[in-house]
């Protein structure tokens, strides 16, 4: 028997990489990002006993736009279309992490919907209609299906094998300003068919060590930081502030921003900076995580 109330996280989405490879024919970008994800983030349930529907709440609740648009929604729509007699009913999400905001918040959301009708369902997780749902409803909704560490491959539809990561210690800031991924990329101005140029993501093995890993990262980018910086230059100064932690091993900004984070190697200097940066700038949303 399956519980009326089934209950899932939807943590944030990191990417420690991202290189745009160039822009495909049909209008997407194809990608190579190495995406990790923090240990809690925002929280969905699922009511069996009443109709398909959703009630949002939390403290970014308000910026999480109109209900129908929800991507939580779309998800159990999307699933419904490929699974006959779909279980499904009324949704809880509260909303903890900041919106659009370049940590998949709304991404990881429609995933935690989907395994939340998996489980309901009895379908299992590697369910190829599952990572279908997911490619048709955004970009960054099949990596978060599972939401564990990997590479996301394409327009993010191809996932590379599982990735098992050091302990990494972050610190997470977002400064408060909304980036729309279609304005950054439209930014960085790269035409149907036309290559990037930047050169191949390096390679990642499958449990890199600490020092490994950091070494890879700074071989790596975000191809989309300098553009996010030129529509929001308070992206610039997080990173600057993030740089220049005590501790901070490498810093970054994830996905099209804003959030920005840096690593550490333990625990003790992460919270030290994240306690730092909100005492400097507590108009910004900093938070400690641990990456898995």
């Not at 949002?56 to 490929?82: F, H, I, K, Q, S």
């Not at 309901?120 to 955004?138: C, Q």
């Not at 068919?193 to 020092?211: L, T």
Request: aromatic share 4%; hydrophobic share 45%; with cysteine.
């Amino acid at each position: 028997m399956v519980s009326s109330s089934l209950v899932e996280h939807a943590p944030a989405k990191i990417n420690l990489s991202l290189h745009i490879v160039g822009r495909r024919d049909d209008g997407f970008h194809d990608l190579e990002s190495l995406v990790a994800f923090t240990a809690s983030g925002d929280s969905l349930s699922l009511d069996l006993n009443t109709p398909l529907s959703l009630v949002v709440d939390g403290p970014t609740a308000p910026n999480a736009g109109a209900l129908e648009d929800n991507l939580v929604l779309r998800a159990a729509r999307a699933l419904a279309a490929r699974v006959p007699s779909l279980k499904s009913g009324c949704f809880h999400l509260t909303k903890r992490l900041p919106v659009a905001a370049g940590i998949g918040g709304g991404s990881s959301d429609a995933a935690a919907a989907l395994r939340l009708l998996a489980r309901a369902n009895d379908l299992s997780a590697d369910d190829p209609r599952l990572y279908e749902a997911a490619a048709e409803i955004g970009s960054d909704v099949p990596v978060c299906v599972a939401a564990q560490a990997r590479m996301m491959l394409g327009r993010g539809e191809r996932l590379g094998p599982l990735v098992s990561l050091p302990r990494l210690f972050a610190v997470l800031v977002n400064p408060g300003v909304p980036l729309e991924t279609k304005a950054v990329f439209t930014r960085i101005g790269l035409k149907a068919g036309q290559s990037s140029g930047y050169g191949p993501h390096p390679g990642i093995s499958a449990e890199p060590s600490f020092d490994a890993l950091i070494a890879a990262m700074k071989k790596a980018r975000n191809d989309m930081e300098d553009a996010a910086s030129v529509l929001a230059p308070v992206v610039g100064h997080c990173l600057a502030v993030l740089s220049a932690a005590r501790g901070a091993k490498l810093a970054r900004m994830s996905g099209s921003g804003a959030t920005c984070f840096a690593l550490f190697d333990d625990c003790r200097a992460a919270k030290a900076a994240a306690c730092v940066i909100r005492r400097d700038h507590p108009e910004w949303w900093v938070k400690s995580a641990l990456l898995r």
